[in-house]
Each structure stands twice: as C-alpha cells, then as structure tokens.
C-alpha cells in the first residue's frame, strides 16, 4: 500500500495553498500604427504589424 495523508486537509489550508493558482488576464498594449488594443509582443490582429513593421498581410472585411 502506498502512502497516505496522516489527516484531512482542511479547507482553509486548501484554499491558502491554491491562492496563487489563479489566472491573469493577459497585458494589453496600444498598437503604434491603428491604436488597437492587442496582447504585448504579439502581432497586432488589425493591421498584421509588429513594432511598426508591417508583418502579415490583413484582409479587410
């Protein structure tokens, strides 16, 4: 048999321990070129550039 916890784990030290588990939302910067908000050291989604490069090609609707 393999080892087992001694005693229950109780919730408050439960919840202590996965206080820090929680995710962040992602950060968001204004693009140079269309002022769009898109995730930090991404290709902005609108205009396809990347530090005022002009990286993939973006179809407009």
Do not use: F
């Amino acid at each position: 048999m393999g080892p087992l916890p001694k005693r229950k784990v109780s919730k408050s030290r439960r919840n202590r321990r996965r206080a820090h588990d929680a995710l962040s939302l992602n950060h968001l910067v204004e693009c140079e070129s269309c002022g769009e908000y898109h995730i930090a050291h991404r290709v902005c989604t609108k205009c396809g550039t990347y530090r005022g490069e002009q990286v993939i090609e973006v179809e407009d609707e």
